[in-house]
Each structure stands twice: as structure tokens, then as C-alpha cells.
């Protein structure tokens, strides 16, 4: 505890803040890819402490709010099934699908459960030969290691009951995509800590050099995010745009080779649709053909999906840093955390979850000075 205490010493961040301004002398808008940053900046007012017109823009780095929604209704269409044990972490049991949600399904007699590791639905397999069991497997390239060593393991072991409901996405080409639009008004990146331990730093440097931004790699406390900022002015100002690792501690240049290379044998690139921003051509991984028999999507009859978003959710300009969540007019009124209408209002890394939770009624007072009308008490 007193390692992480450390992170949070009021006194440095304070001194970092101080350097912040000090090197500020235009406005500048960064994006911090990561959703676990988003919460750490929201939950510290780290973007209040920053100089007038220096923006921290949210990006898409949610991995439960960039579920396509086809995938999220082709979950609950197995879910269904009878025989099925349907598995996933918590956190994807309130995201909404076209009209309904895992709890929903679970409430209506689906064996769905919350497990805490791939592996425990790799035991439940073992346990319950006579039951298909399948995992839903999402998540940056932070999660995919540990899904991909699960299906090796199934495949090991001759477990033939398991199946994997694939959505990873990578974060590299969301990068080059939102940089291509053209609404984008992001200037620099902090990169996300916790991906670049896996995959490591190497893919950065040329897109940092081909669309001109700083790209920071940072952590996830208040003192890792302030000194991913003040590099990141520190580069702005100076007119240049190099990779920057300020996360050395956890992000070794090459990253995890061993999970690299059980990424490699399990999985293939693919194109993937990102819920609320389209498909980005290779920004996924799908199972290779070694590993077909374990993809739940040809295991299960679930082709043909009807999708239908919500048409009052404006998450998608939400990933893609073009509004802030309150800007949304549903925001905190016909969407909550317990009744959201995107997954950016129901996932712990969501920027709607951490505006709801940190800053929804100042910025309700904000708007109406009276300070009555408040949209609703936790």
C-alpha cells in the first residue's frame, strides 16, 4: 500500500503541476487512450489542475464500451441456448445489446456466470462435460494473453466443451484511426501502460513520426499521469514528437515476449468494428485456423444478427473525444448506470461511468445555478 501511496504524494504532484505551467504557453489537447486513466484523472480532477486550454480528450480505450454491439447480441443469442454455461467477467452483464443485457438472460433461466479468469470457465468445461461452455473474451492486447494461453490449454488437455466468443481489439490502429479522421483535434497520445507491458513499445515510434504527435507512455496513478502530461507539453512546446516511456517500471522497451508469442500461435489479425466508432481495418484478433473448433461464433448458430443501437446514445462521439459525456443529452436523465443506454455508462472504465460518478452534479450545478434540479442521488 505504501508503494502505491507513494503516486499519490500531494506535495510532488503539486511540483508537477507547478512544471506543467511553467512549460504551457498554448493551448494543446491530448488524449489518454485508456479508460483507467480516464477514471484517474476524472476521480483526482487532474484536468482541473492543468493550464487554461490544455485538454485532456478522452479516448476509446474501454474495452467493454468498444464491444461491437453484433458481438453483444450474438452473446445473449448463446447465452440462451439450452446446454450452454455461459461465462464473462462482470462487467459485461449490464452492457446493453439491442434490447436486452446477460442479466436479463441470466434472469430469464440462462446459465450465465461471473467468473474471475479464463481458466475458471476452462474448469467449469472440465466439470461439465455433458454442457458447452463458453467464455467471452474481450479486451485489448492487456486480457488476449490469458484468453489465447486458454484455448491452448483446452487444446492441450483435449477439452472439447469450451469455445471462445472472440471481440480484442489493438490499440495501434484505433491510434492511426483516430488520427485520419477528419474531426480530430488530438495533438499527442499518453499511451496505455498496461499494453505496452505486453506488446511493448516498438509499434509507436512510426506513428508518432507519420501523423507528428508525441505519444507518452504513462501509468495509471495521479504522479504517473501528471509526468506523462508534462512531457508531453515538454515535447508540444518544443515542436517535436518522439516516443516517450515515463512508465519504466512496469514497461520494458521489448515487452512480454512469452505472451507475444502465445498471441502468435493462437490468434490472427483481423478487421474489427469498434462499438460506436466503425470498423478499423486490422484492429483486431479473431482464432487462427489451428484453433477454429474453439471459435463459439461457427460453433453456435448465430450468424444472422439484427442490430439495433440506441438512437439517444451518444457514446460513440464520446470514444472518439469529439464530446465530453455530459455534453450527451441522455446523460444522467434515460441513461444511468442502471439503466444505460451505451456501455460507456455501465463499464468501470467507461468516461460516461466516471463522469456520472465524479462530476455529475457540478455539472448539473453548473448549468442551473439554483443548484436544484438534480438528476438523481447515488
Known amino acids: 500500500m505504501k508503494y502505491l501511496d507513494e503516486f499519490s504524494d500531494p506535495d510532488l504532484a503539486r511540483r508537477l503541476v507547478d512544471e506543467i505551467h511553467a512549460e504551457t504557453t498554448q493551448p494543446w489537447a491530448m488524449m489518454e487512450v485508456c479508460g483507467g486513466q480516464t477514471h484517474s484523472i476524472i476521480r ?32 445473449l443469442a448463446i447465452a440462451e441456448q439450452p446446454g450452454v454455461i455461459f461465462c464473462s467477467f ?20 440462462g446459465d450465465v456466470r461471473v467468473v474471475y479468469s479464463p481458466l475458471d470457465a476452462l474448469r467449469l468445461a472440465r466439470e461439465n462435460p455433458d454442457r458447452e461452455v463458453v467464455f467471452f473474451g474481450i479486451g485489448f ?7 489465447a494461453m486458454t484455448v491452448y ?47 511493448g513499445t516498438s509499434q509507436y515510434p512510426p506513428l508518432a ?11 495509471f496513478e495521479p504522479l504517473d499521469i501528471l509526468e506523462g502530461i508534462r512531457r508531453t507539453v515538454i515535447q ?9 516511456n515515463a512508465y519504466a517500471r512496469v514497461v520494458p522497451p521489448e515487452g512480454n515476449l512469452p ?62 473525444g469529439l464530446i465530453k459525456p455530459h455534453e450527451c443529452a441522455a446523460f444522467g ?28 452534479l457540478e455539472h448539473v450545478e453548473l448549468s442551473q445555478p439554483s443548484g436544484t434540479g438534480l438528476v438523481e442521488s447515488r
Open 209 to 219: 513520426e507519420r501523423y507528428g504527435v508525441p505519444i507518452v507512455v504513462t501509468g
Open 44 to 75: 483526482h480532477g487532474i484536468d482541473q489542475l492543468l493550464p487554461d486550454g490544455v485538454e485532456m480528450i478522452h479516448g476509446p480505450g474501454c474495452p467493454v464500451c468498444v464491444t461491437p454491439l453484433e458481438i453483444i447480441d450474438k452473446a
Open 141 to 147: 492486447e492487456t486480457t488476449a494473453p490469458a484468453n
Open 259 to 320: 505472451a507475444q508469442e502465445m498471441l502468435r500461435d493462437v490468434f490472427e489479425v483481423t478487421d474489427r468494428t469498434w462499438r460506436g466508432i466503425g470498423m478499423i481495418p486490422a484492429s483486431g484478433w479473431r482464432l487462427s485456423d489451428r484453433y477454429a473448433d474453439f471459435d463459439a461464433e461457427t460453433r453456435f448458430a448465430v450468424g444472422d444478427i439484427h442490430t439495433d443501437e440506441s438512437k439517444l446514445c451518444r457514446s460513440g462521439e464520446v470514444l472518439q
Open 90 to 109: 462482470g462487467d459485461m452483464l449490464r452492457v446493453p445489446g439491442s434490447g436486452r443485457d446477460l442479466f436479463a438472460i441470466k434472469g430469464a433461466g
Open 236 to 244: 508540444l512546446e518544443a515542436g517535436r514528437h518522439e516516443l516517450e
Open 153 to 199: 490449454q483446452a487444446r492441450r488437455q483435449g477439452i472439447a466443451n469450451f469455445s471462445l466468443l472472440v471481440s480484442h481489439v489493438l490499440v495501434p490502429p484505433a491510434i492511426a484511426a483516430i488520427m485520419e479522421s477528419p474531426t480530430c483535434r488530438v495533438q499527442a497520445f499518453l499511451a496505455a501502460g498496461h499494453v505496452c507491458s505486453v506488446m
Open 333 to 360: 436523465k434515460e441513461c444511468t448506470p442502471r439503466n444505460p443506454l451505451g456501455a460507456t455508462m455501465v463499464s468501470s472504465e467507461g468516461a460516461c461511468a466516471a463522469y456520472y460518478t465524479y462530476r455529475r
